[in-house]
Each structure stands twice: as structure tokens, then as C-alpha cells.
């Protein structure tokens, strides 16, 4: 099996994975939830993103990565991982503008995603970093789509 089907398969797996795990225990929890308090904990994995910084990190990824790709990636998650923890801020402190924090960092970080998995052809060169799109990244789309659901249906 070749480098890019690899890829493919553990990230199509992750979806799926992550998929039966927000429909078996995070949405019947969640459905319980206020929308401030559910859009809280479905936010609360965006703040992390600031980990996506590992790929401008040499030695970690692989030197033939196109430096387009890490650094739209790297900013990308950097800047979407702040404007999650503000939001984060701003619905636990109840500001009137939470909500609309919320649509701005679950649209910013949904088009930093699907931006960056245009991109495949670059799993060879990720290195160490190849947990983020194959676990990770899967685990960010879930919770993008169940933030959207929740905005959707107020």
C-alpha cells in the first residue's frame, strides 16, 4: 500500500471513528446541554490548534514540505485556535457577541481545514506531524459540523 492510500485510510477511518463517537455519546450528552454550554464543549478541542504550529517546526515534518502548505496550515490553526479561546471566553462570561464569536471561528477553522486537505498530496512530507491530519484534523471536522448544527437550529 503506497504513502497517499495509507493516508487516505486512516484519516477516512478517524472520520468514521470520531463520527459513531460524537452520534453514540457527545450528541445525546450534548442535546441535554443549553446552546452556550454545548457550543462550549464542542468549541473546547478548537483551542488546541495552536499545535499546528509543528509544521514550520524542522526535523518534525520533513524538509521537502511545501512551505505554502505549512505555513497556511500553521497560521491557519494558530489563528483559529485564539479566536476559539476567545470564544470560549466569551460564552462562559455570557457576552452578548459569544455567538457570533463562535460562527467566526467555526467558519475561519472549517475553510483552515478544507483548505489544508486540499492538499494530500503532501502526506509524505509530514513526518511527525502525520498524527494531526490522520487523528486530529478528523476529531475538527466533527465537532465543526455539530457547531454548525447547533448555530443552525437557535
Known sequence: MDIQAIFGLQFLLSLIVWGFIAKWLFAPWLEKKP?????????LPHVFRHVGMVFLVPGVVDHSLPEGFANAAAYGDLITGVLALLALIALRAGWSAAVGMVWTFNIVGSVDLLNA????????????????????????????FMIFARLLRR
Open 117 to 144: 486537505l486540499r492538499h494530500v498530496n503532501v502526506a509524505p512530507d509530514l513526518g511527525a506531524a502525520w498524527y494531526i491530519p490522520t487523528i486530529l484534523v478528523p476529531l475538527l471536522l466533527v465537532t465543526h
Open 35 to 43: 446552546t452556550h454550554e454545548a457550543l462550549f464543549w464542542l468549541g
